[in-house]
């Protein structure tokens, strides 16, 4: 996955329709875990690995707490509420695994 920098939606360059049109045909499904009323914040029932392979990435969880992932650094989070910022200039690249879950 990658990801541009900046906050695109709020300036207009990206066309949010042709995005989450894109996003619901590689993965069936994704679109209804979105949250239209705060954008980029989801939950997921899947355990998630993430690794940054270049650039700096941010991850928001759902209390406020930010953690900033730098080129190397893994998370593993297990259905969190979350959001990523790109507060870079640079795309970031991110290798990630997903994997189904139960929520109990």
């Known amino acids: 996955m990658t990801l541009p920098p900046g906050d695109h939606s ?30 980029g914040m989801h939950r997921t ?14 991850l928001e969880l759902d209390d406020g707490a930010e953690k900033t992932l730098y080129p190397g650094d ?9 959001r990523w910022h790109n507060r870079g200039t640079e795309p970031v690249v991110m290798a990630c695994v997903v994997v189904g879950a139960s929520r109990a």
């Not at 949010?16 to 993965?27: D, Q």
Request: charged share 30%; no cysteine; net charge negative.
């Open 45 to 58: 029932d899947t355990v998630d690995m993430e690794l940054v392979i270049p650039g700096e990435l941010t």
């Open 10 to 39: 709020a300036s207009g360059e990206v066309d949010v329709e042709a995005g989450l049109r894109e996003m619901e045909e590689k993965l069936p499904g994704i679109t209804g875990w979105l949250e239209p009323d705060d954008p």
């Open 74 to 82: 893994v998370i593993v989070r297990n259905g969190t509420r979350h």
